[in-house]
């Protein structure tokens, strides 16, 4: 089923074009925490990912995007950086999922919602 799956869910990013480009013209930077691969063209005017999962560009990490998008040209592979004591580490969007943020007073949240604050009138027609 995986060789079907690459050559026709395009979804998943890696369809055997892909994978073909990837082969003939492609060369491996490196990999994220999250099993994402980046390659580049060996002329160097190319830049792509290839998911482990699903095509889901909120999984590229914040240093990975900067490269693919020419932002830096070293690719995070090639330098040496240390986060800082108030950085967060990097999560992918989890809308949809039972992550998903959900404020305070949201149908989804479970418990009792929070009573009004009596700082707001309903409107009645005349």
Same mark, same amino acid.
């Given at each position: 089923?995986?060789?079907?799956?690459?050559?026709?869910?395009?979804?998943?990013?890696?369809?055997?074009?892909?994978?073909?480009?990837?082969?003939?013209?492609?060369?491996?930077?490196?990999? @994220?925490?999250?099993?994402?691969?980046?390659? %580049?063209? %060996?002329?160097?005017?190319?830049?792509?990912?290839?998911?482990?999962? /699903?095509?889901?560009?909120?999984?590229?990490?914040?240093?990975?995007?900067?490269? /693919?998008?020419?932002?830096? @040209?070293?690719?995070?592979?090639?330098?040496?950086?240390?986060?800082?004591?108030?950085?967060?580490?990097?999560?992918?969007?989890?809308?949809?999922?039972?992550?998903?943020?959900?404020?305070?007073?949201?149908?989804?949240?479970?418990?009792?919602?929070?009573?009004?604050?009596?700082?707001?009138?309903?409107?009645?027609?005349?």
């Amino acid at each position: 089923m995986g060789l079907l799956k690459e050559i026709f869910a395009w979804w998943t990013g890696n369809t055997y074009g892909t994978r073909l480009f990837t082969f003939r013209k492609g060369v491996l930077v490196g990999e @994220d925490e999250f099993g994402n691969r980046y390659y %580049r063209e %060996r002329n160097g005017t190319r830049r792509w990912v290839i998911y482990r999962d /699903l095509a889901e560009a909120s999984k590229v990490p914040p240093d990975w995007h900067g490269w /693919l998008h020419y932002t830096v @040209d070293d690719p995070p592979t090639e330098e040496e950086y240390t986060p800082k004591s108030w950085q967060k580490q990097h999560q992918p969007n989890m809308t949809g999922s039972p992550a998903a943020y959900r404020p305070r007073g949201s149908t989804l949240v479970p418990g009792d919602r929070p009573p009004a604050t009596g700082d707001y009138q309903a409107w009645r027609p005349e």
